[in-house]
């Protein structure tokens, strides 16, 4: 994941003066702060995107197709059987 966090345009001042935190979620509702770019998974598509403001709300903005190491399957590149485990 990579990290490009603009924290200065990450709150925006509301009615009264109040400070209002701005940021985007993932899929498991976790806290994304603008400017952080992270891999998404939208009907079976893969892409990087960037937490961005747009109209006063936030939102994701795709900025690379395809993710990083998205293409690696979860299977060793090699035979582990001919590694000593003794040693």
Do not use: H
Request: glycine share 12%; with cysteine; hydrophobic share 40%.
């Amino acid at each position: 994941m990579w990290l490009l966090a603009a924290p200065a345009l990450a709150d925006v001042t509301g009615p009264g003066g109040r400070t209002v935190d701005c940021y985007c979620t993932d899929r498991n509702g976790a806290r994304v702060e603008l400017g952080q770019t992270i891999c998404l998974q939208v009907d079976g598509r893969m892409f990087m995107a960037q937490c961005q403001m747009s109209l006063n709300v936030p939102m994701w903005r795709e900025v690379a197709q395809g993710c990083l190491g998205a293409s690696q399957s979860g299977e060793p590149t090699l035979d582990a059987g001919a590694v000593d485990a003794k040693i």
